[in-house]
C-alpha cells in the first residue's frame, strides 16, 4: 500500500505544479492546482498517520481534520470557473469555505491540548469532541454529494449551451470534468456507507475502511492525470479556452412571446435551408450560431428558435448533420478516392478526428470505416 499513497502524493502535487507553471493561467488552472495540492495533502495526512507518525509526533493530531471539507467547493469552483466569462473571485465565492473555517474555530480548544491530552481524545478515552467527530462526518458527507451535484448540473447546462451555440467542442468541452464529478460522488458515497456501517451501526469490517478511502482517491488522481495528458489544453501551455459569447435558448413557452410569428418563421427556415445548401456555410470548422445569425441577418433568439422548433436538433446537432451527409457524398464521388477519411472529413468541416468518429457513428449507427466498406459493399 506504501508505493499506491506515495504515487497517489506525488502524482496530485506534480500536477499542481504543472498547472501553477503554466503559461498564461487562468482562475480554473488556479483553482484546479489548489484542489490538486489539498488532495495531495489530505493523502500526506493519511499516509503519516498510516505509518504511525501520529503516536511520534501527537501534536498532528486534527490538524488536517477538516480538510475533507474543501474537495466538494474546490470541485464545485472549478467547474463554474471553467464556464463562468468573470474570472475572477467575487465575495458570494468565499462562502463556500464557511464550514472549513468554522470547524478549524471550533477546533481551537483542542489545538491548545497537551500532546498527552490530544492522545487521549483520539483513543476515545476523552469524549470532549466526540459529538463534533460524528458532525464533521456528517458535513463531509453531505458536502460532498451536495457539490457533486450541483456540479454535475452545472457541467450539464453548460454542455447543453454550447450544443446550441457551436458546431464544435474542441477546447470547449468539458465532458471530461462530468466524469471526474461522477468519481468525486462515488468516493463520497462511498465514504458515506463505510461511515454509517462502522460509525453508526458500530460493525467490525476487519480491515481498516480508510485504506478503502484513500485508495479510491489515489485512483481518483490518476483519472485526473489520464484525462489531463488526453486533453493537452489542461496541462500544457495550448492556447486557453477561448472566450465564449453563449446565447440560452429559451424554453417552449417564452418561444411563444419571442415575435416570431409562424409565417416569419416558416420564411426564415426557408432562407436558413437555401443558404445552408447553396453557401455550404457548414465548412467552416468553427461556425458559431452569432455567425450564422449575422450571415441570415437575423437575431440568435429566433435562428436558435427556428431550428429548435423547425428541425428538432440542437445547432451543433444541425450544422454536423450537413458535415456528415458532406462526407458521404465526398467519398462517393471518384474524385477523392485517393484521399483519406480524415482528410475528406476535414475538408468536409469538422475539425478533429475524435469529434468526427462521434458525430458519425451517432448519426449512422457505423464508423467511417464501416459506412465505406458496406457503401463498397453495396
Known amino acids: 500500500m506504501n508505493v499506491v499513497y506515495i504515487i497517489g502524493i506525488f502524482l496530485s502535487l506534480f500536477l499542481s505544479f504543472l498547472l501553477l507553471t503554466k503559461k498564461g493561467k487562468g482562475l480554473p488552472d488556479k483553482v484546479l492546482a489548489i484542489w490538486m495540492a489539498v488532495v495531495g495533502l489530505h493523502l500526506f495526512s493519511y499516509y503519516i498517520y498510516y505509518l504511525g507518525y501520529w503516536g511520534k509526533f501527537p501534536h498532528l493530531i486534527g490538524v488536517f481534520a477538516p480538510v475533507p471539507l474543501l474537495h466538494g467547493p474546490l470541485c464545485y469552483l472549478y467547474a463554474l470557473f471553467s464556464i463562468r466569462k468573470e474570472r475572477r473571485l467575487r465575495a458570494l465565492d468565499f462562502a463556500h469555505f464557511i464550514p472549513l473555517v468554522a470547524a478549524y474555530l471550533y477546533m481551537i480548544p483542542f489545538f491548545l491540548f497537551t500532546a498527552e491530552q490530544k492522545v487521549l481524545v483520539d483513543k476515545g478515552l476523552i469524549d470532549d469532541f466526540g459529538t463534533f467527530t460524528e458532525l464533521l462526518l456528517v458535513a463531509f458527507a453531505v458536502s460532498g454529494l451536495s457539490y457533486s451535484v450541483l456540479s454535475y448540473r452545472l457541467i450539464g447546462r453548460y454542455q447543453r449551451l454550447i450544443g446550441n451555440n457551436f458546431s464544435y467542442d474542441e477546447q470547449i468541452d468539458l465532458s471530461w470534468l462530468r466524469y471526474c464529478i461522477w468519481g468525486i460522488a462515488a468516493i463520497f458515497i462511498v465514504v458515506t456507507i463505510g461511515s454509517i456501517l462502522t460509525e453508526g451501526l458500530r460493525l467490525n469490517l476487519g480491515f481498516d475502511i480508510n485504506i478503502v478511502y484513500y485508495s479510491l482517491v489515489v485512483i481518483f488522481i490518476l483519472c485526473i492525470g489520464y484525462f489531463g495528458i488526453r486533453h493537452r489544453d489542461i496541462f500544457s501551455d495550448n492556447v486557453q479556452q477561448p472566450s465564449l459569447q453563449i446565447y440560452e435558448p429559451k424554453t417552449q413557452g417564452e418561444y411563444k412571446k419571442s415575435g416570431l410569428d409562424s409565417d416569419t418563421a416558416a420564411l426564415l427556415h426557408k432562407e436558413l435551408i ?20 449575422e450571415q ?43 484521399f483519406s477519411l480524415l482528410a475528406i472529413a476535414f475538408d468536409s468541416g469538422f475539425n478533429s478526428k475524435s469529434s468526427f468518429n462521434q458525430i458519425f457513428k451517432k448519426s449512422t449507427g457505423l464508423t467511417p470505416s464501416q459506412y465505406l466498406e458496406r457503401s463498397a459493399k453495396g
Open 296 to 338: 441570415l441577418k437575423v437575431s440568435v433568439n429566433h435562428l436558435s428558435q427556428v431550428i429548435n422548433q423547425y428541425e428538432g436538433v440542437n445547432f451543433h446537432d444541425f450544422v454536423n448533420r450537413y458535415r456528415v451527409d458532406e462526407f458521404k457524398s465526398r467519398i462517393a464521388n471518384p474524385k477523392y478516392k485517393g
Open 274 to 293: 437555401r443558404v445552408m445548401e447553396s453557401q455550404k456555410l457548414y465548412l467552416e470548422p468553427k461556425l458559431t450560431l452569432g455567425t450564422l445569425a
